[in-house]
T-cell receptor, first 113, second 110 residues
Framework: NAGVMQNPRHLVRRRGQEARLRCSPMKGHSHVYWYRQLPEEGLKFMVYLQKENIIDESGMPKERFSAEFPKEGPSILRIQQVVRGDSAAYFC???????????FGPGTRLTVT | EDKVVQSPLSLVVHEGDTVTLNCSYEVTNFRSLLWYKQEKKAPTFLFMLTSSGIEKKSGRLSSILDKKELFSILNITATQTGDSAVYLCAVGLHADKIIFGKGTRLHILP
């Protein structure tokens, strides 16, 4: 299966803990995007990365959120000291260089208790 | 501020009906308009439109873009219950960024 993979699919964290969400892009894709989707809302862009570079992080909250896409391994979205408002579905998408069609992973549903 | 607005927000029709979903946008550095279908999981890609007036078709789905009036429509003919989903419109901007509308929730009654 060469699709976008995300894990875990479901993640429960207590307030104040850290959440780490992983995304492996489709084979051959070098661009990764992270989106957040709140219930009954559309997808909100968070960050766009290429290997070892953050290209656009204009949608990321300034504090507690960070993202990376290392040379080897998956892209990671990290949320430190989670709060209830961080509960959402987090989708990762990937695209080939120069292409606008993004292909989405199944998402990670984060619940903060 | 760049924005994508979809209408209606929700729609209920009977199987066999034809539906038209609307998407208007106000953005700088427009590059493309995309449609996605989202069921209870990740969005799946439907169409990408970059040129005005050229219809794209895939089975019972079709879409067209008007870059002068800044909108696109997605048509679904002879709807089936499997078409029930949220349909997302998105605009691709310069530097590969995409912004999404809130979606139209379509429900097809048998």
């Amino acid at each position: 299966n060469a699709g976008v993979m995300q894990n875990p699919r479901h993640l429960v964290r207590r307030r104040g803990q850290e959440a780490r969400l992983r995304c492996s892009p489709m084979k051959g894709h070098s661009h990764v995007y992270w989106y957040r989707q709140l219930p009954e809302e559309g997808l909100k862009f968070m960050v766009y990365l290429q290997k070892e570079n953050i290209i656009d992080e204009s949608g990321m909250p300034k504090e507690r959120f960070s993202a990376e896409f290392p040379k080897e391994g998956p892209s990671i979205l990290r949320i430190q000291q989670v709060v209830r408002g961080d509960s959402a579905a987090y989708f990762c998408a990937s695209s080939a260089k120069g292409a606008y069609e993004q292909y989405f992973g199944p998402g990670t549903r984060l619940t903060v208790t | 501020e760049d924005k994508v607005v979809q209408s209606p927000l929700s729609l209920v029709v009977h199987e066999g009906d034809t539906v038209t979903l609307n998407c208007s946008y106000e953005v700088t550095n427009f590059r493309s308009l995309l449609w996605y279908k989202q069921e209870k999981k990740a969005p799946t890609f439907l169409f990408m439109l970059t040129s005005s007036g050229i219809e794209k078709k895939s089975g019972r789905l079709s879409s067209i873009l008007d870059k002068k009036e800044l909108f696109s429509i997605l048509n679904i003919t002879a709807t089936q219950t499997g078409d029930s989903a949220v349909y997302l419109c998105a605009v691709g901007l310069h530097a590969d960024k995409i912004i999404f509308g809130k979606g139209t929730r379509l429900h097809i009654l048998p």
